[in-house]
Structures are given as C-alpha cells and as structure tokens.
C-alpha cells in the first residue's frame, strides 16, 4: 500500500468532560474511498470533526500528506485541501444555491468546467441556483453539500452519513456521484450507516466501536465475512446480496 | 442559632468572616464610631444599597439575568413616598400610601418586562430593561409640576424620622475610631481621651436604623431564599435552562418571579433612601451612571453569592467617598496642567475603577467574595494533603 | 418571509387579505405607512413635510450609528454595549477638527472652504473611531467571546473608561461645534408647489438624508453582492461551516467590528454638527435611541436596522411635535409594542 493521504494515531479527544474518542488509529489511503462504519455514539462523526480541527486535540497526532497538521485552526486544516461535509450538511439557507457555491470556491471565481461536470451530477442544482438553499429538499441540500466540496479540486473528502434520511432513488443518485469522484482518484472518508451503500463504494474499510477503531481492512474481505459482520457490527446482511 | 440564621451558608473563608465582622459592627454602631456629617451620610448609603445591591445579585448572580432597570424601581420607591408626602403632608398614611403605590407600580412593571422579554433570549432582557428604564427617567424629568423635574422634591419625613426629633436631652459618649488610631502616633497619652465625642441622638439616629435592621433582615432573607428549594432551581435554571425545563420547571415563571421580588426590594431600598437622604431627584435615584455603579458592586463583591453585595457595597461607596481624596494627594505631586495630571486628578476616580473592574472581570470573575473563597478551600486542601504526610514522621519540602 | 413560503401561501384574495398580508410580510412599510399617515391628519401638511424630512435625516444619523452594533450582534453573538463611546468619540474626533485644526477654513463662508474642512472632519472622526475599535476588539472583547454575561460587564466597564479618557483629553466641559456657513440656512420650496410651496428645508438634515441612504446603499450592495457581503450573511447563520470552508470568521468579525465603530464615530459627528454641541455622555443618550433602533429591526438585520431608524427618527419629531415631553417615552413605546406583535423584531434574521 502506498504512503497514506490522512493517518490518525492515538487521537483523542473530549467534548465538555466526555472522553469521545480514546486513542483512534485510522490510515485513509491515498485515491480511494474509506468508510468508517459504526454504531450511534461509536464516535465517528468526532473523528472527522476532530481531523477539521472543529474538536479540540488531546493526545496523539493527525498526519496529512505526512504533514502534522493536529491543533491547527480548522480554516489552516481546510485550505490545505480537505473538505468537509457535515451531517447536518451545513447548508447556509439562506443564501442562495449560487452564493453557497461562490463561498466554497475558495480561491476564486469558480471553474466554468467543474461547474458543468457538477450541474450534469446534480442537474436540480442548476434549476434552483438563484433560490435560496433553505428551500431545497432533504436530498437536493446533500446535493448541494457535496457540490460544495468538489467545487475546487480537493485532495480529501470527508463526508458524515450523506445517505441519512434520503429516498432510495436519490441514495441511487449520490451513489454514482461518489463512483465518478473515486475515478478521479480523489480521497475520500466517508462515515456511513447504510451497509449497503457502503459496500458498493468502499475499498478500505475501518469499523469504530467506543472511542477507537477495532477493525481495518478491505472492504472486500469484510462483506465476504457474515460473522466478522455480526461481531463488529451487530447485523448480519448476508455476504451474497 | 447561625446555622438558621444564615440558612447554613456560610462565608467560608477566615477572612471574609473577619471582613464581614468588621463592616458589620461598623454598621452597628457606626453612628458612635465615625464622627461627621460625611461618614454618617455614607454609613446610611451603605445599609441602603446593600439592599439593592443584593437584589440585584438575586438576578445577576443566581440567575444570570442581566438587567438595567433596577434604578427604575428604586426610583419608584424614592419617589413614590416623596411624591406621597409632597401631597398629603409627612404623617404615616401618606407614607404607607406612597409605600403602597410604589411597590404595585414596582409589579406591574417588572411583570410586564418578565412578560415582554424573559420569553426570549436573556441578552434582550438586558436591551429592553435600558430602554424602559430610560423612558421612565425621561418621564420624570419632564413631568416637573408632580415629579420637580431636574430640581427633584424635598422629601417630608414623619417628625420622628427627622432631625428635629430629639429623643434624649443628654448627649451619648462616642468613640471617634480613626482619630484614635491616628492619635496613637501623634499623642499616645492623650488618644483615648481626645477620641471620644458627643453624639446628639436625633430622628436622623432612628431612620439610621431603621434603614440598617431593614438591610439586615433583607439580606437574611434573601440568604434564607437563594438557599431554599427555589433558589436550588434558579441556579439549576443558570447551569443548564433546557434542562431545568425538561425536567419540568417552569423557567419562565422562576424567572419573572426573581425580577419581581428584585424589583420590590429596591423600591423599598428606594423608600429608604428618600427618608434617609430626604432629598430625591433623578440623578441620585434614576441616574444611568448609578445603575453602572449597583452593576460595579455586585460584580466587584462578588456575583452569586450575596456576600458579595455587602462586601462590594462598602468597598465601591468608600472608593468613591475617600479614592478621590487618594487621588487628590497623588496628583499634587504631577506638574498643573500635564496629561498626568488630569489622568490622576480626583475627578478622574471613575477611570481607574473602570479600568479594575475591567481586569477583575477577567481575571478575578467571581469578584472578593469569590476570591477570597478561594484562597481559603486551597489552604483547607494543602492541609489535607499535608496532613497524612506529616503523621507518618516524614518531611516534606520538596515542591 | 422566503419565496418557499409564498409559494406554499394561498393568494391573499379581496382588499381586506390583501391588507393582511402586506401587514404580515412587510410589517416595516406596513408601519411605516401607518406612522405617516396617522401624523398626517394630526397636523398641517406643512408641518409634516418638515417634520417628515427632519425624522428621515435624524433616522438616517441613528441608522450610522447603529448599523454597525446590529451586525456585531449578528455575526459574532457579541453584544457591545460601549458602542455609544464610539459615537461620543467621533463626535470629539470631527469638532477638534473642525474648532481647532482647520477652523479657519470652516469659518469661511463658500461652500468649497467649508467641504475642505467638513470632509476631513467626518473622515478623522471615522478614522479615530475605526482605530480605537480595533484596539477595544483586540483588548477587550476579545478575550469574553461567547459569554454573554461577561461581554455586557467588560464593555459597560469599557465605556466608562472611552468616556473618563475623552473626559482626559478633551476636558470635562460640553464643547459647541459651530455648523460651518455653507451647510447651515434652508432651501425654499418655490411657492408654486402645491401644498408644501413656501416650505424651508434645511440644508443639513438634507445633507444627513441623503448621506445616510447613500451608507444603506453600500452597505446593501456590499451584503447583497461581494464576497464579503456573502461571508458575512453566511457567518450570521453558521460561524462553523464558514470555517469549514477556509475562511478566517474572527478577521471577518474584526473586520465588521472596526467599520462599525468607524461608522458609529460617522454618525456621531454627523450628530455633532446637527445639534452644534457636545458633551462624552452624548453616546448614552444616542445609545437608547441605537438599542430600540436594533431590537425594532430584529438583532442581525441591517434592512430591519434602517427601517427601524427611519421610524425612530419619524416618531420623535411627531410626538416632539405635538408633546414634546413625551419623545422618549413614544419611542420606547414603540419598542414594546412591536415587541408585543413581533417578538423578534420585524425583519429577524437569526434566532435569538
């Protein structure tokens, strides 16, 4: 395996007087796609709110590209070309499709190409693009969220439950989206409920449990395994769907 | 007998006892221990803006609400016994009726300010209260043929309340304490002797202490409240709001409870202060910069903790009577007319207690009284941990 | 209201609905209107048309001066209660220009000598005020981010300490600022016009009308259509994710904190030459005007703080009109009652 993009050792981190993640280790290798799985409360979402810089540091070190980049502000973490989309989305509702475009192009007026591919992504993107994001519909505004992300080349995406509470047929949609980033190599990390969808996108795979990770490798491997599944995640979905 | 008396809270802190002791056996017999016209007239600010000051503390420190119109009521009282006086004469019915009205007033109005803005966020309670208590202000300004606008109203006390009441024809023994203890370095022999004073007991004497066991009973009480099943939830309320409403308080019925009881207690430091005073007029009872100063007390003594208002009222009331003398002397000694001149110069008194309060919020948020706590479970905690090391014989210098 | 709603809204029908719904989705105009019209029949048209354009450049002056607390308030949760000692302090900043370092070219009578004079004197005022806002952003607030309780001490601590160094500097004593020749006296309305022929308008209150739609203006483009403007509205509504995205929010704040502050020193010295004498305590006074202007607005709102202004402005030049004692009071009043109708203002823009 190559060097990773984004490599976790010992990480932890409080919120308030709670001990959330005790000691995570975690390798997001470079050009593919990561899912980290996990029950409610295993500690996921603060992983990736940790790796932003949005949870503070208490021990140990996140690496990316090999660089230390633990306890830095997020706005330093972000420009070095990590995006992030939260679970909530953090869609600024009331700005318009447009605007909440033109603030995640960081670095200048947005790429006339980029926008095309992502208007042939998420065309109601483009039917609603000077309507206030507030009045987009639950699978529209994660449209937009991970629009907002690849808008500018990134080097690492990270993504909390992108599929939570969406339609079948939109969770279809997103689905593809993610197929075509993974064929322009870029890195992703992506918390995930929905096993599923997981398994069609992951390459690699780490499951949480408790503050800290208990289970890393191939996504492959781990679908083919019904009682590495139970043990880990407490379901069984069969290996052959 | 303490522990009923003070509702088992304590100050907790050796010299914070001693603080409180000293400020209170002041206060007792004050009249007898501080000659002049100036010390007596401070002593009775003292017992009256403990009480307001402590009010204030009920919702500043227990409940965090932030409010700018706790003049407004004092004002209320101030005015409510003045005006009440000025139209039915200085008898006792007209006192109890100006009394009366004050204090309905005093309700309706907090009620409708609990009702207006406590529903909301708290910072917009702190907004509105400045508007309104500003509005009020302007309303008595402007209404001069009852109010006597600018110029204020003499206020006419009960004859037994008053100066001309001489209760006693001899007059009591007092004990000048500060001339004592200058005296010591001048004229040992002679200090005790020239020490002692004349006290010519009058009405003004009997308002005194009325105004002081007044102070003392409200800040038993309000000790006796913050203590109670209630105060518990006001500072549940504080902690954590939503929680306190999960767990089925109802906040904004505590809350607009608080500012209600608040604003009764100044309007009768307000009563007080117009007898005592018997002179009332916007700026001494309504005056922005005064509810500045009520805010500096509390903050300075110490929020939430009561204490903190009687600690905080004596210490703000002396730096403003003797800080500018202090300031007089140091800048005496700057060139007349230089920068360091004006920026020491007595009247600049306010900028250097703008500038401690300014640090002290950051750096000693919980004020005297806080502090002083402080120090004290540190020195309890050293002991403790000493105290093991020391029974098994072994020494211990290190750290 | 946002156009999702509208859409969901059935069509007002009749012109009792109609009425309805503009009170319900535009409750500034709405009273707006009313206020005017209520004047009107209170009064001779004369009168009002004076009055009117009184209010508007009174209106304009307090939109300056609160502007720039409503957006502190908005973006940064920060309540900045010694945003009146900005105002004093341009007040103070525009006189020592204009009474001691370039009096002689106020003094004159053209209308060029006196530009020369009053434009440095509003640009220093804006310049002290925006400077001395940097350092109090740095010094003082700083350090109480997100504590509201502490941020209402340490800035009521602080304005006491911008009001005792002005009190330092410029001494105790109110000082007159005498109106420069050319901006004093008023225009006639030729005789000729209906209704309000014969009306003087004075100049200044023109002047102040039109330089405060002017500032409403640009500060409506500048939110409305830069960047900034976006990731300023953005960071209203989500501090975190604006982070998220690369952006530094406490340069941004800092930013907004030191235009507004510069702005409050505008309007004061705006306020300065309009009422041609001042005092440190002048920001208090302007200060209630500034809180009832922001809480009328809805905290955050920079449209609800200019309507809010326009109508405080409006109400105090009525009601000083036909009860002069009771200017203040009606403001006020205005405050609780719309706060009755509409707790949060009447064009909120964040959740308070």
């Known amino acids: 395996m190559s060097d990773p993009i984004l490599s976790l050792t ?89 605007e909440n475009m033109v603030l995640a192009a960081v670095s200048g007026p947005m790429d006339e190409q ?128 | 007998m303490m522990q009923r008396l003070l509702s088992g809270d304590y100050p907790r802190s050796r010299a914070l006892t001693a603080l409180l002791l000293i400020i209170g056996v002041s206060l007792a017999l004050g009249p007898f221990l501080f000659p002049g016209v100036r010390a ?292 005496g000694g700057a060139e007349p007319g230089s920068l360091l001149e004006h920026l020491v110069g007595p009247d600049r008194w306010l900028l250097w207690f703008g500038l401690l309060f300014v640090l002290s919020v950051y750096f000693f948020p919980t004020g005297i009284v806080g502090q002083l706590r402080l120090w004290a479970a540190r020195r309890r905690q050293r002991r403790a941990a000493r105290r093991p090391v020391a029974d098994q014989g072994e020494q211990h210098h290190a750290s | 209201m946002s156009a999702h709603d509208e859409i969901l809204e059935p069509r007002p029908e009749g ?36 009055l009117t354009i009184s209010g508007l450049a009174m209106g304009a002056m307090v939109f300056l001066m609160a502007s720039g607390m409503t957006l502190t308030f908005g973006l940064m949760n920060v309540l900045n209660l010694a945003h009146g000692a900005f105002i004093s302090l341009g007040a103070f900043a525009g006189a020592t220009v204009l009474v001691h370092w370039l009096d002689a070219s106020a003094g004159q009578s053209s209308l060029l000598a006196n530009l020369a004079a009053v434009v440095p004197a509003l640009g220093f005022a804006l310049a002290v005020a925006g400077l001395v806002g940097l350092l109090f952003e740095r010094l003082v607030i700083k350090p109480v981010y997100g504590d509201h309780l502490k941020q209402i001490l340490v800035t009521v601590g602080g304005s006491i300490i911008l009001m005792e160094l002005i009190h330092v500097i410029w001494g105790p004593n109110e000082i007159p600022v005498p109106r420069p020749d050319a901006l004093t006296g008023a225009f006639l309305v030729p005789e000729s016009w209906p209704v309000i022929g014969g009306v003087a308008l004075e100049k200044y209150r023109l002047i102040a009308v039109i330089l405060g739609l002017a500032v409403y203006g640009m500060m409506t483009w500048v939110i409305e259509h830069t960047r900034t403007g976006i990731l300023i509205r953005a960071g209203v509504e989500d501090q975190e994710m604006v982070e998220v995205h690369g952006y530094r929010i406490r340069l941004l704040f800092l930013g907004v904190f030191v235009a507004g502050s510069a702005l409050a020193g505008l309007g004061g010295a705006m306020w300065a030459m309009y009422r041609e004498i001042i005092t440190a305590h002048m920001g208090d006074e302007l200060m209630i005007s500034v809180i009832v202007v922001i809480i009328l607005g809805g905290l955050g709102s920079i449209k609800g703080c200019f309507y809010g202004a326009v109508l405080v402005g409006l109400i105090n030049l009525y009601v000083g009109y036909l009860e002069p004692r009771l200017a203040a009071v009606a403001t006020v009043g205005l405050m609780v009652g719309v706060l009755m109708w509409r707790p949060q203002g009447l064009i909120p823009v964040i959740k308070v």
């Open chain 3, 15 to 50: 012109v009792l609905g109609r009425f309805r719904a503009f009170r319900e989705n535009r409750p500034h105009l709405f009273l707006l209107v009313l206020m005017m019209l209520v004047a009107f029949f209170m009064m001779d048209p004369r009168t009002w048309v004076v």
């Open chain 2, 40 to 331: 007596f007239s401070m002593l009775g600010m003292i017992c009256v803006f403990i009480i307001v000051v402590a009010s204030y503390d009920l919702m500043l420190g227990y409940t965090h609400i932030v409010s700018f119109a706790h003049t407004m009521f004092f004002g209320i009282g101030a005015y409510g016994v003045a005006m009440a006086t000025d139209a039915f004469g200085s008898g006792y019915g007209a006192l109890l009726i100006g009394i009366g009205g004050a204090l309905l007033l005093s309700v309706l109005l907090s009620l409708l300010l609990g009702l207006l803005s406590l529903r909301v966020k708290a910072i917009f309670f702190a907004l509105v209260t400045l508007a309104v208590a500003f509005a009020f202000l302007s309303l008595v300004t402007q209404l001069y043929n009852l109010t006597g606008g600018e110029d204020g109203l003499a206020m006419r006390v009960p004859r037994e309340l008053g100066p001309a009441f001489r209760p006693f024809d001899e007059p009591w023994v007092g004990f000048d304490l500060v001339g004592f203890f200058t005296g010591l370095f001048s004229d040992p022999a002679g200090a005790f002797q020239n020490a002692l004073f004349d006290v010519r007991v009058s009405g003004k004497h009997l308002m005194y202490y009325v105004a002081f066991v007044s102070a003392v009973l409200v800040f038993l009480f309000l000790l006796r409240m913050v203590n109670s099943p209630f105060g518990r939830v006001l500072q549940a309320i504080r902690e954590n709001e939503f929680r306190a409403q999960a767990l089925g308080y109802r906040t904004v019925f505590y809350r607009t409870a608080v500012v209600i009881v608040s604003a009764l207690l100044a309007t009768l430091a307000g009563v007080l202060f117009a007898l005592i005073n018997r002179y009332v007029n916007p700026e001494n009872t309504l005056n922005f910069e005064l509810m500045v100063f009520i805010l500096l007390m509390c903050v300075i003594g110490g929020m939430g903790t009561l204490y903190g208002a009687v600690v905080g009222t004596a210490v703000f009331l002396l730096a403003q009577n003797y800080l500018q003398d202090l300031l007089k002397l140091l800048a």
């Open chain 1, 10 to 98: 010992g990480v932890r981190a409080d919120i308030d007087q709670y001990h959330i993640l005790h000691g995570v280790d975690l390798r997001v290798p470079k050009g593919e796609l990561t899912v980290l799985l996990g029950r409610n409360g295993a500690g996921k979402s603060t992983t990736l709110r940790t790796i932003m810089g949005l949870t503070t540091v208490t021990g140990g070190q996140v690496r990316f590209r090999g660089e230390d980049i633990t306890g830095q502000p997020t706005p330093r973490i972000a420009r070095q070309g990590i995006a992030f989309v939260p679970e909530n989305m953090g869609i600024f509702s009331l700005l318009t499709v447009r």
């Open chain 1, 114 to 241: 980029r926008l095309t591919w992502i208007f042939e992504l998420f065309p109601p993107l483009k039917k609603f693009w000077n309507r206030p994001a507030g009045n987009l519909s639950g699978g529209q505004k994660q449209m937009l969220a991970i629009a907002r992300a690849v808008i500018e080349p990134r080097e690492l995406l990270l993504v909390d439950e992108p599929t939570k509470g969406l339609a079948p047929a939109i969770i279809n949609d997103l689905a593809g989206a993610f197929e075509q980033l993974k064929e322009q190599q870029v890195s992703i990390l992506l918390v995930e409920q929905n096993f599923n969808f997981s398994r069609r996108l992951g390459q690699s795979v780490a499951v949480m449990n408790d503050g800290g990770v208990v289970y890393a490798g191939q996504m492959a491997e781990l679908a083919d395994n019904e009682d590495l599944q139970h043990e880990l995640l407490g379901l069984g979905l069969g290996a052959h769907q």
